[in-house]
């Protein structure tokens, strides 16, 4: 078999927290990203789910939060950003 370099830039800190993953698996770089690469080969594309427009859990949750707060009558609503930022006791910045 006939090898060739691969050479990619990433994040530092995004390569060291894979690189620490990798180790804690008994992997190393090279090892991994082949496991990638003939994955992708294997699934004839991205071996795993690409989604757009599904929230995390933490912003599931501010989601939530938001819709409960908006459907909640006793929580004071402001119109403009005038009244809000009263209400906040925040000045105008004018």
């Known amino acids: 078999m006939a090898t060739t370099n691969l050479n990619i830039r990433t994040d530092m800190e995004i390569k060291n927290q894979a690189d620490r993953i990798f180790s804690e ?3 190393n770089m090279d090892t991994a990203i082949n496991m990638f690469l003939r ?3 294997r699934e004839n594309g991205i071996p795993f789910p690409l989604r757009l427009g599904i929230p995390n859990e933490t912003t599931a949750a501010v989601i939530e939060e938001g819709r409960r ?3 909640d009558n006793s929580v004071r609503g ?3 950003m005038d009244n809000l930022k009263a209400g906040l006791e925040v000045c105008s910045m004018r």
Request: proline share 0%.
């Open 39 to 41: 994955a992708t080969i």
């Open 78 to 80: 402001y119109t403009n």
């Open 25 to 27: 698996l008994g992997l």
């Open 69 to 71: 707060i908006a459907a």
